[in-house]
Nanobody, 124 residues
Framework: QVQLVESGGGLVQAGGSLRLSCAAS????????MGWFRQAPGKHREIVAA????????YYSDSVKGRFTISRDNAKNTVNLLMNSLKPEDTAIYYC?????????????????WGRGTQVTVSS
C-alpha cells in the first residue's frame, strides 16, 4: 500500500501562487508515477499534472501549462505542485495520486492510490 498526504492548500487572490506538497509512505515511492488531479463542485476529477517515476515524462493539462510545475524528490518521497498566476477557475480540491504504471495516466481510473485532497480557493 501507498499512503499519500497532501498539504499546502488555502485561499489566495487571483494572480497569486500556492505550493502543494504530497508526502508518500508505504511501498517503494521511486518506482511510481505521481500526479495531481483536481475536482471542482459538480465536475469530474481531472488531471492537472503528472510525472513518470524517473521524471523522464512530465504532463500538464492545457489549462495549467506554463503556470504550474510538478516536481518530485524520490529521496524524500515527496511530490510538489507549484501553482503560479492562479485563476478563479483553478478553485477545486486537489488530490495527489500514485500509480505503478503510466499507460492510463490521463484518467482518474488509471491511478491506484489517492490522498484525501486539499482545498484550493482562488478569489477574484
Amino acid at each position: 500500500q501507498v499512503q499519500l498526504v497532501e498539504s499546502g492548500g488555502g485561499l489566495v487572490q487571483a494572480g497569486g501562487s500556492l505550493r502543494l506538497s504530497c508526502a508518500a509512505s508505504g511501498r517503494i515511492f521511486s518506482g511510481f508515477a505521481m500526479g495531481w488531479f483536481r475536482q471542482a463542485p459538480g465536475k469530474h476529477r481531472e488531471i492537472v499534472a503528472a510525472t513518470r517515476w524517473d521524471g523522464s515524462i512530465t504532463y500538464y493539462s492545457d489549462s495549467v501549462k506554463g503556470r504550474f510545475t510538478i516536481s518530485r524528490d524520490n529521496a524524500k518521497n515527496t511530490v510538489n505542485l507549484l501553482m503560479n498566476s492562479l485563476k478563479p477557475e483553478d478553485t477545486a480540491i486537489y488530490y495527489c495520486a500514485a500509480s505503478g504504471g503510466w499507460e492510463k495516466f490521463s484518467t482518474a481510473d488509471g491511478w491506484a492510490y489517492w490522498g484525501r485532497g486539499t482545498q484550493v480557493t482562488v478569489s477574484s
